[in-house]
């Protein structure tokens, strides 16, 4: 049977954590197949610099449309989740593609770390995504052939030690969407997940200079660009999950057949990746992407 390539021409698809490396990469490339591109991000900076990289949005002008655009808010926030919401009915009128991408960590350890920073990583990382796409869903449903891409993580089937915050809201969001994604489907939305291993983000730069978890560098990290492709390959052939790195994907949910066993398992993979880590960290120093300061090592950009 052959599949069909998802139409992207004419679309609005709107991307959370829009400002960011996976959601940059993401909206240029399905900008590129012709969509129009929202970016939710509370970054107005960082968003603007992406949607002046975008592909012009095709018939926007002629039709006098909004064409890409930036909307800022806090997405823990309902108010402004709900203001946000209010605008794209108000100018585009439904959403054709909803990507769940905002997201955090944290490297500080949980015996240390405070009550507000642990309900705030599972805010942006649990609750936001959840009821985004529930207070979506009517432009959702005003849209033709609906989709819902949420990045998870393969946190989100791994325990990952030195931040068990972020595994925990994975491995919920995770769950989440894979129920979600079965009542979903037969009322006509379509949904799935990705699960990317370590991807060379901001996000995973600063885990990375913070002493966050060593496990991630046992490879070296991918691309966004990587991550995005898959996440377009979700809409061409619409499943519950896909994984970047399908290997890396076997390998931790084998392990996870025997849980107990973990303790032991651990430092085999300990050492390659503590290695691993400090060549990452060498790569950004090489790239301009870090510099040390004082003897500290810092983020550039």
């Given at each position: 049977?052959?599949r069909?390539?998802?139409?992207?021409?004419?679309?609005?698809?709107?991307?959370?954590g829009?400002g960011?490396?996976?959601g940059?990469?993401?909206?240029?490339?399905?900008?590129?197949?012709?969509?129009?591109?929202?970016?939710?991000d509370i970054?107005?900076?960082?968003?603007?610099?992406v949607?002046?990289?975008?592909a012009?949005s095709?018939?926007a002008?002629?039709?006098?449309k909004?064409?890409?655009?930036?909307?800022?808010?806090?997405?823990?926030?309902?108010?402004?989740?709900?203001?946000?919401l209010?605008?794209?009915e108000?100018?585009?009128?439904h959403?054709?593609?909803?990507v769940?991408?905002?997201?955090?960590?944290?490297?500080?350890?949980?015996?240390?770390?405070?009550?507000?920073?642990?309900?705030?990583?599972?805010?942006?990382?649990?609750?936001?995504?959840?009821?985004?796409?529930?207070?979506a869903i009517?432009?959702?449903?005003?849209?033709t052939?609906?989709?819902v891409?949420?990045?998870?993580?393969?946190?989100?089937?791994?325990?990952?030690?030195?931040t068990?915050?972020?595994?925990a809201?994975?491995?919920?969001?995770?769950g989440?969407?894979?129920?979600?994604?079965?009542?979903?489907?037969?009322?006509?939305?379509?949904?799935?997940?990705?699960?990317?291993?370590?991807?060379?983000?901001r996000?995973?730069?600063?885990e990375?200079?913070?002493?966050?978890?060593?496990?991630?560098?046992?490879?070296?990290?991918?691309s966004?660009?990587?991550?995005?492709?898959?996440?377009?390959?979700?809409?061409?052939?619409p499943?519950l999950?896909?994984?970047?790195?399908?290997?890396?994907s076997?390998?931790?949910r084998i392990?996870?057949?025997?849980p107990?066993?973990?303790?032991?398992?651990?430092?085999?993979?300990?050492?390659?990746?503590?290695?691993?880590l400090?060549?990452?960290?060498?790569?950004?120093r090489e790239?301009?992407?870090?510099?040390?300061?004082?003897?500290?090592?810092?983020?550039?950009?």
């Open positions: 049977m052959t069909r390539r998802f139409n992207a021409t004419g679309k609005v698809v709107v991307v959370t829009g960011g490396g996976i940059g990469a993401f909206a240029r490339q399905i900008a590129d197949r012709g969509a129009t591109v929202i970016l939710v970054r107005p900076q960082a968003a603007d610099a949607v002046a990289s975008l012009d095709p018939g002008a002629v039709e006098k909004p064409g890409h655009r930036v909307l800022v808010g806090d997405l823990t926030q309902r108010t402004d989740v709900e203001r946000i209010a605008d794209i108000a100018n585009e009128g959403i054709d593609v909803l769940n991408n905002a997201g955090m960590t944290s490297a500080e350890r949980f015996d240390e770390r405070s009550a507000e920073s642990i309900e705030l990583e599972l805010n942006v990382n649990l609750y936001a995504p959840l009821m985004l796409t529930r207070l009517p432009l959702l449903r005003a849209g052939d609906p989709r891409v949420t990045t998870v993580s393969l946190g989100g089937i791994f325990p990952l030690g030195e068990p915050i972020y595994t809201s994975k491995f919920g969001l995770r989440a969407m894979l129920a979600i994604s079965l009542d979903l489907r037969d009322k006509g939305i379509t949904a799935g997940s990705v699960l990317p291993s370590a991807t060379d983000t996000m995973l730069r600063y990375a200079l913070e002493g966050g978890n060593e496990m991630q560098f046992q490879d070296p990290p991918q966004p660009e990587h991550v995005a492709a898959t996440m377009i390959k979700l809409l061409d052939r499943r999950e896909v994984y970047p790195r399908p290997s890396e076997w390998l931790v392990a996870l057949l025997v107990n066993q973990l303790p032991r398992l651990m430092p085999l993979f300990r050492g390659k990746g503590e290695r691993g400090k060549k990452y960290i060498a790569s950004l790239r301009g992407i870090v510099e040390t300061v004082d003897g500290v090592d810092r983020l550039v950009v």
